[in-house]
């Protein structure tokens, strides 16, 4: 049983994506992600096909939300840096 | 060109455009010395460092080819990049065959991701504690 997966790959871990969010943004996210990939790996060892498919699944899930929370926090924040930056030239325009 | 084509071009077009610009960015301007950088929302909220502090700082100096500031800021993420790029190279293979398959699961398998599990935690906590402050961002 131990064996019998061992010469085939398991499904897609997003592994690299999970540290690359965990690095770059979202520190719960990259971590479920990792967790779940490390689901995925014994799981698909273990004989688990399924199970294995189900994790790679929310592993995905995770780093999906990771990767478009970050995005959106980027333009919430350019945003309002441009609105701040926006306010502050009216005003010097205003005082001047 | 059928639609879902032009569509595909369109995307990775964006993607390459957004990527050469960020690029740009970083390498140009430093973090410290910017104001309009992103700051990291679990430090804004709680005061502590996360282990992905650093990374827009370790990315500047990355980009100008200097490593050592790079690893002041996030040696983590600098030491993370060859794995990384291993990880990534496992993933894109066709047809892996037993003995890629076999480096695969002893790099990226269960065992090495709890592994890594253990060092995000563990370099989260020591960056936060004063003995393992010269693994902080911004102190040498």
Known sequence: ?96 | MSLAAKHKILKWGAVFGGLTLLVFIYKVYNPVENNFFPKCPFRELTGYKCPGCGSQRAVHHLLNFDIRDAMRENIMLVLSIPYLITGFIFDMLKNPGPKILLWRRRLFGTKAILFILAIIILFWICRNIPYCLSLAPGFN
């Not at chain 1, 979202?26 to 399924?50: H, M, Q, T, W």
């Open chain 1, 1 to 96: 049983m131990e064996n019998q997966n061992s010469n085939q790959r398991p499904p897609k871990t997003w592994l690299v994506e999970s540290i690359l969010v965990t690095l770059f943004c979202c520190l719960p996210f990259g971590i479920a992600g990792i967790i779940n990939a490390a689901k995925v790996e014994s799981r698909f060892y273990a004989g688990d096909i399924e199970g294995a498919q189900r994790a790679s699944r929310e592993a995905a899930k995770w780093t999906k939300i990771g990767f478009w929370v970050s995005v959106v926090l980027f333009v919430i924040y350019i945003v309002l840096l441009f609105a701040g930056v926006l306010t502050a030239v009216s005003l010097d325009e205003l005082g001047s």
